[in-house]
Structure formats: structure tokens, C-alpha cells
């Protein structure tokens, strides 16, 4: 369904009612796949919520190991310097 949304040009940067969009649910739910089709896209990795949180803090509050270990490897520059990331 998502592709087929792509490729009619939906509008990916909307938001839901918290300000969170494609991006932050893909990293929350822990696609990966998806993720990374919406990185492809051109969406920011650094973009936040209404709540300040970015994608990466989102697939951490629901545990998304996949999505943080890539996360981590791509985009070091992302990680907050008082989080231990010794057990993720």
C-alpha cells in the first residue's frame, strides 16, 4: 500500500496529530525497509515531533532494535552524548 501511495505522489511529509510522520512511525513500528525507502525520499532523519522527539527516539521507546542499530551506524551524529548505547 505504501508504494503504491509513493507512486502517486502522497504526501509524505504529512504529520498526525502529535506531529509525527512516515518516518517516526517506520522507525517506531521497526521497518526498516520502510525507513529506509522513506530516507531514499528525501525525508529528514533529524526532523521532530510536537513532542521534540526525532525517528530515532521514537524506535527507541518501542524497543526497534533494527531500526536503532542502523540509526546508530548511518547517522552517529543523531545520538544524544548522555545515552548508553553499550546495550542496544
Known amino acids: 500500500m505504501a ?6 505522489k502522497a504526501d509524505i511529509r ?6 509525527c510522520n512516515c518516518l517516526h512511525w517506520s522507525a ?4 526498516l525497509f520502510m ?3 522513506f ?12 513532542s521534540g522527539y526525532t ?3 521514537r524506535a ?13 551506524d548511518k547517522y552517529p551524529m543523531l545520538v544524544p552524548e548522555n545515552l548508553n548505547t553499550d546495550k542496544l
Do not use: H, Q, W
Not at 504529512?14 to 506531529?19: E, L, Q
Not at 530516507?39 to 515531533?49: A, P, Q, S, T, Y
Not at 527507541?60 to 546508530?72: A, G, H, P, V
Open 14 to 19: 504529512a504529520t498526525d496529530i502529535n506531529g
Open 60 to 72: 527507541i521507546f518501542n524497543e526497534s532494535y533494527d531500526c536503532i542499530r542502523y540509526i546508530l
Open 28 to 31: 517506531y513500528t521497526d521497518n
Open 39 to 50: 530516507e531514499k525520499f528525501g525525508m529528514d532523519v533529524e526532523i521532530r515531533d510536537k
Open 35 to 37: 525507513f529506509k525507502l
Open 55 to 57: 525517528p530515532f527516539i
Open 3 to 8: 508504494l503504491f501511495l509513493l507512486a502517486n
